[in-house]
Nanobody, 126 residues
Framework: QEQFVMSGGGSVQAGGSLRLSCAAS????????MGWFRQAAGKGLEGLAV???????DYADSVKGRFTLSRDNAKLTLYLEMNQLQPEDTARYYC????????????????????WGQGTQVTVSS
């Protein structure tokens, strides 16, 4: 069974918006720090945004001011609202979880090494 089920990826033109969703399979994840990372073709993993159980957030500089992360603990769902998308945002996006004891900045540094799901592709054309 997939730990996380992601949806919302797709293709948009530069300047457009997308909303990614990540549904966790069990309540076990509800207290974890959750977030998103991405991997562009031929590049490494990049932590993008994280949110702790109590709602503290942190964002990578590359997406700060454009992406907004939120979570609904009752629905076990994480949302990533992505605005002002640019071609350099083209990548496969993954939802992930990191241990609950971390602060948001700590979580952002390690989110790409946590438990994660199958990913969803985002393609931005110029």
């Amino acid at each position: 069974q997939e730990q996380f089920v992601m949806s919302g990826g797709g293709s948009v033109q530069a300047g457009g918006s997308l909303r990614l969703s990540c549904a966790a399979s069990t309540h076990a994840w509800s207290t974890y720090c959750m977030g998103w990372f991405r991997q562009a073709a031929g590049k490494g993993l990049e932590g993008l945004a994280v949110i702790t159980y109590d709602g503290s957030t942190d964002y990578a500089d590359s997406v700060k001011g454009r992406f907004t992360l939120s979570r609904d603990n009752a629905k076990l769902t994480l949302y990533l609202e992505m605005n002002q998308l640019q071609p350099e945002d083209t990548a496969r996006y993954y939802c992930a979880a990191a241990p609950p004891s971390m602060t948001a900045p700590q979580c952002l540094r390690v989110i790409a090494t946590g438990a994660w799901g199958q990913g969803t592709q985002v393609t931005v054309s110029s």
